[in-house]
């Protein structure tokens, strides 16, 4: 089993940063880290996914060249935001992936953390 607890939603400027961890533990193999998100009245979106050991990095068309998926040498993966914009404003979600590609689908995923809120302000 793997447990994910995601850190560093917050509140946010329109044009400001925020980062967001996700700490994995337990007995996993796991071999892609994911970022979805949700907004209220909105069905859950792919944000941005790579694969553990690195490369094969994908992300959505609405997050490239502002959000930045990296992670450690240890079990921690982490989403850097930048140019945040109001509607980035979500529940963001980490999942976590015992399969080789690199999914933007959601229902691809094993595991999944709780949630961290995320507001940007105009």
């Known amino acids: 089993q793997v447990q994910l607890v995601e850190s560093g939603g917050g509140s946010a400027q329109a044009g400001g940063s925020l980062r967001l961890s996700c700490v994995a533990s337990?007995?996993?193999?796991?071999?892609?880290m994911g970022w979805f998100r949700q907004a209220p009245g909105k069905e859950r979106e792919f944000v941005a996914a790579?694969?553990?050991?690195?490369?094969?990095t994908r992300y959505a068309d609405s997050v490239k060249g502002r959000f930045t998926i990296s992670r450690d040498n240890l079990n921690t993966a982490y989403l850097q935001m930048n140019s945040l914009r109001p509607e980035d404003t979500a529940v963001y979600y980490c999942?976590?992936?015992?399969?080789?590609?690199?999914?933007?689908?959601?229902?691809?995923?094993?595991?999944w953390g709780q949630g961290t809120q995320v507001t940007v302000s105009s």
């Open positions: 999942a976590a992936d015992r399969g080789v590609p690199v999914s933007t689908n959601g229902r691809d995923y094993d595991y």
């Open positions: 337990g007995r996993f193999s796991v071999y892609v």
């Open positions: 790579n694969r553990w050991s690195g490369g094969s």
